[in-house]
């Protein structure tokens, strides 16, 4: 009996091993992108594109999404590397403030031709010519440069290597955005930037940095200082919401978000679930910087309207339908009574899908629970294990009854 189940361990750690290996592959397996190339009309500036999948799990975190980069071999044509599993897309342009409808993709690279807010067609033949551009991840870099600093750059490349990010110097020109900050994006393999300006007569010196968002900020003469903390970011203590749902609105949940940069509180729709509190009240915390909520019962089928309320301030929100509401920033002595300190807002979400589920998600700006892509990975390394401990039950098995027979 002894051989036998040294035998039978043998087999064990031969199939330990071979699980072992097997699972780091699945876990640590790059996730499958999609190509999707775009065509905007003229006036539409900057073309992003916002992705999610049907249960509602977002590509990005934020409204308006995915900035494109132009093709340089195919004029007027930009595109983008999706996660292969966001196959609801919405093309928008001019900071989001032009958008079409909800576009469902079937899979493959595609082709999308917009001619206008309404008229947008899907071709999963190329409409351009030569190869696709390939992936490449890429981190953001922002500058906040002197007044002098006209047209800035940036070069990055790999040191000590010498490997260049972009094929001349200058480099690959910063775009100015809020706050008189400008952007720019460098592969993840770059750690080192200079940012320049005027042509690249003014510059700082290397900076050695690490692949990460940044932001760097440089006075007149070129000396600098950066961070990877975002110094505009808003530091506020958390707030308590707190609701009153119908009474036919199971399960009610809220979702939250700042507009209109879209930051989300919650990683998927349809939000944190709410706690039962005193008095009736269902309560949650959330960030104080948000701005915008939504109630939303029965898995997110039923909703309100986007709701506008004030930051950094506990809120009472009375719920009696999807499009009737109350906040208040006191407790009310009576929720069912209001008075004119009330402040009710109903606002068209900018970018929304008609159906509840998606129309909440892609107008606060995202959701991101792991996608069927991701979650194979584990999926497979359960389905190998369970198959092992199967083969190790049915070798023992095996050896005691021939053993037995013996």
């Not at 592959?25 to 500036?45: C, F, G, K, L, S």
Request: aromatic residues 12%.
């Amino acid at each position: 009996m002894t051989k036998y189940l040294k035998k039978t361990a043998a087999f064990f750690f031969m199939f330990a091993i071979a699980f072992a290996l097997l699972t780091p592959i699945h876990a640590n397996a790059e996730e499958e992108r999609t190509a999707v190339y775009v065509q905007v009309p003229e006036d539409w500036d900057a073309p992003c594109v916002w992705a999610w999948d049907e249960e509602g799990n977002n590509a990005f975190d934020a409204w308006p999404g995915g900035e494109t980069e132009a093709d340089p071999g195919n004029d007027g044509w930009y595109y983008i590397w999706l996660p292969s599993w966001a196959d609801h897309v919405i093309v928008n342009a001019d900071e989001g403030n032009v958008q079409t409808a909800e576009l469902i993709l079937e899979g493959g690279n595609a082709w999308i031709k917009v001619t206008g807010a309404e008229n947008a067609e899907v071709s999963y033949e190329a409409l351009t010519e030569g190869d696709i551009p390939e992936y490449v991840e890429k981190f953001v870099i922002h500058a906040k440069l002197p007044e002098s600093w006209e047209t800035p750059c940036l070069w990055a490349w790999s040191a000590p290597d010498g490997t260049n990010a972009f094929e001349a110097w200058p480099g690959e020109a910063l775009k100015q955005g809020e706050d008189d900050w400008y952007t720019g994006k460098a592969p993840i393999w770059v750690n080192s930037v200079i940012i320049n300006a005027n042509e690249g007569d003014v510059q700082t010196e290397d900076i050695s940095i690490d692949p990460a968002e940044m932001w760097i900020t440089i006075a007149e003469d070129g000396s600098y200082d950066f961070s990877y903390d975002d110094p505009n970011a808003v530091s506020a203590p958390d707030i308590t919401v707190n609701v009153q749902a119908p009474a036919d609105w199971t399960a009610p949940c809220l979702w939250a978000w700042s507009a209109p940069d879209g930051t989300n509180a919650f990683a998927a729709w349809p939000g944190e679930a709410l706690a039962e509190g005193e008095e009736g009240w269902l309560t949650l915390q959330v960030p104080g910087w948000i701005n915008s909520v939504i109630v939303n019962g029965n898995e997110g089928g039923v909703q309100t309207t986007d709701i506008s309320v004030e930051t950094g301030k506990d809120i009472w929100l009375v719920v009696t339908d999807a499009e009737a509401y109350e906040v208040f920033y006191e407790k009310p002595a009576d929720a069912g009574q209001t008075d004119t300190d009330t402040a009710a807002n109903e606002t068209e979400s900018i970018a929304a899908p008609d159906d509840a589920e998606q129309g909440a998600d892609a107008a606060a700006g995202g959701s991101a629970e792991p996608s069927e892509t991701q979650a194979s990975g584990t999926n497979t390394g359960i389905i190998v294990l369970i198959v092992v401990v199967c083969v190790m039950m049915a070798l023992v098995g095996y050896f005691i009854v021939k053993k037995k027979k013996q």
